[in-house]
């Protein structure tokens, strides 16, 4: 897509963005921060599809329309709806089309956002479609690492937990790969990232090394991103079971990182950081979860031609 025009436009992929275009967003979501619109989506109606487990990403993506005068409906369960008796995503999304004006989508299938881009005539956005990808999701991490830090260049990145299934570091990866910027995946062996996006980002000229030993690289990082186990994804339960208590970090990390490191986790954490951490001004993630308001309202103004 030529330009930043985002009228009409699909969300799917953080690799359907220009640097150009990542940067609009940002710019429009400082706006929007700074100078609410409380009326800038009245009627218009957000179809909220979440047949995976959500807390954040749906309550924030209808806060953020509710809170700019639009309107939201849908579901969070996919056991309540026609899905039980049969239907095809596809139908599903023909059906939705009709009701309302932007649909955000999330699924357990990989490429199912995709799938039901095709199928709809109105923008679909991809709320986390399986390991792929969750590009609002990175757009909000952008900001986090703007607001944060003041820049998106000369930074360094450790990505640390499950590389191998987590969408929201596979998504953020490839967006880092427009800035000046050095990464670090911190993982065992058996969650490393895959080596996909490692030849993606290489091809991309950006330094990235691999290890599993977070206090050999502590003192080089700006940012640590955080993640989960993704439980869900493992094939083998047993699989599972052997990582589950494999990292998790506490205020002895603050004693070999940088004084201004910054700790970032797109949440929820389920025991890979200590509590204790929260209150230190190192730790973001609450912070990073607030900067989902005004990332999704930029992107619903911007798909709905509300804003330039
Ligand atoms: C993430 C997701 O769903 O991928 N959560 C979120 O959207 N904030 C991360 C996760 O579930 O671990």
Redesign the pocket.
């Known amino acids: 897509m030529a330009g930043t025009s985002f009228q009409g436009r699909d969300v799917i992929s953080i690799n359907d963005f220009s640097k150009e275009e990542l940067l609009h967003v940002l710019s429009v979501a400082k706006k929007l921060e700074s100078n609410p619109q409380p009326s800038l989506l009245k009627g218009k109606i957000l179809a909220s599809l979440f047949f995976e487990p959500?807390t954040?990403?749906r309550l924030s993506f209808a806060s953020a329309m509710k809170r700019v005068g639009g309107d939201v409906i849908g579901f969070s369960q996919a056991e309540t709806t026609s899905v039980k008796k049969g239907e095809t995503l596809w139908d599903t999304i023909k059906m939705i089309e009709h009701y309302s004006d932007v649909i955000v989508i999330r699924h357990s299938v990989e490429g199912a956002a995709r799938l039901s881009a095709e199928a709809a005539s109105i923008p679909v956005i991809n709320a986390?479609d399986g390991a792929n990808q969750?590009p609002t999701?990175t757009l909000l991490d952008l900001y986090t690492i703007l607001k944060e830090k003041g820049k998106l260049d000369n930074l360094t990145i450790g990505f640390l937990g499950d590389l191998k299934y987590?969408?929201?570091v596979h998504s953020l990866a490839i967006a880092l790969s427009h800035f000046k910027t050095s990464i670090y995946f911190i993982a065992p062996e058996a969650l490393r990232m895959p080596s996909y996006y490692i030849q993606e980002l290489k091809k991309r000229k950006i330094p990235c090394r691999e290890t599993s030993d977070l206090d050999s690289v502590a003192k080089q990082l700006d940012i640590l991103y955080v993640?989960?186990i993704?439980e869900e994804r493992f094939p083998d339960p047993l699989e599972y079971q052997k990582f589950k208590a494999g990292y998790r970090i506490d205020r002895s990390l603050l004693k070999i990182s940088k004084p201004g490191i910054r700790i970032m986790h797109?949440?929820?954490r389920v025991g890979e950081i200590d509590p204790a951490l929260d209150e230190t001004p190192n730790a973001v993630y609450f912070r990073q979860a607030a900067n989902g308001i005004p990332i999704r309202q930029a992107i619903l103004a911007l798909v709905l031609g509300k804003a330039k």
């Open positions: 959500s954040r990403t986390g969750h999701q987590g969408r929201t993640t989960r993704q797109p949440l929820p």
